[in-house]
């Protein structure tokens, strides 16, 4: 079974000072992962994407992920947070089962930017 | 290409009343999914289908079903719904053969009330 733990329900950054957004999880596979940003009431963008490649992952926006296997961690970062960055952000881990995948959603961290 | 698109946009039901959420997509994925989205929880699997003709229940599946009408149509069913299935509905599709990425494309989502 895989699960993820999202460790920060809420982050508050001042605009132009860096993000992180934690997350760990657990797989009994070699997983794939993503990061989901989810605007207020709108669907959800994929940010970014893990698959076995590189271990450091750059996505849309400037942000970006670190796989660290050893940590079980692939906490999303970004230099200098942007006013439209305020969002709710998803940790994702993938289950690959006979060529098809189901995904396993943390529970989110709300980013609030400030001026 | 429209993507994957979910009618209607917003319900509101009474206990015990029925309705469909429909969902297509056009980008000729072969699998299919519908989450529901609470506060705090995250996104949860309630069915999904690989592939056109097979459905699978997922985390949260009881008092739903669901039918893949063909490869581009998913249909969600409430027979009698219940206040505790007040929730944003999302619709995902996904190719897990190409890329082997299992990145999942999501619909705008169905805010649903039921009173």
């Known amino acids: 079974a895989q699960s993820v733990t999202q460790l920060d329900s809420h982050v508050s950054v001042s605009e132009g000072t860096p993000v992180l957004l934690r997350c760990n999880y657990s797989?009994?596979?070699?997983?794939?992962l993503f990061w989901y940003v989810q605007h207020p009431n709108k669907g959800l963008q994929l940010l970014l994407k893990?698959?076995?490649?590189?271990?450091l992952v750059k996505g849309i926006n400037g942000f970006e992920a670190e796989f660290k296997k050893s940590e079980t961690s692939f906490h999303l970062t970004k230099p200098s947070a942007h006013m439209s960055d305020a969002a709710e952000y998803f940790c994702?881990?993938?289950?690959?089962?006979?060529?098809?995948?189901?995904?396993?959603f943390g529970k989110g961290t709300m980013l609030l930017v400030s001026p | 290409n429209a993507g994957v698109t979910q009618t209607p946009k917003f319900q509101v039901l009474k206990t015990g009343q029925s309705m469909t959420l429909q969902c297509a997509q056009d980008?000729?994925?072969?699998?299919m999914y519908w989450y529901r989205q609470d506060p705090g929880m995250g996104l949860r699997l309630i069915y999904y289908?690989?592939?056109?003709?097979?459905?699978d229940k997922g985390e949260v599946p009881n008092g739903y079903n669901v039918s893949r009408l063909n490869k581009r149509e998913f249909s969600l069913r409430l027979e009698s719904a219940a206040p505790s299935q007040t929730s944003v509905y999302f619709c995902?599709?996904?190719?897990?053969?190409?890329?082997?990425?299992?990145?999942?494309?999501f619909g705008p989502g169905t805010r649903l009330t039921v009173l």
């Open positions: 289908s690989a592939s056109e003709g097979t459905t």
């Open positions: 893990y698959t076995s490649a590189a271990t």
């Open positions: 797989s009994s596979y070699s997983p794939s």
């Open positions: 980008m000729n994925h072969n699998s």
């Open positions: 994702v881990v993938t289950r690959r089962t006979s060529g098809y995948s189901t995904l396993t």
């Open positions: 995902a599709s996904s190719e897990p053969r190409r890329e082997l990425t299992d990145e999942q494309f």
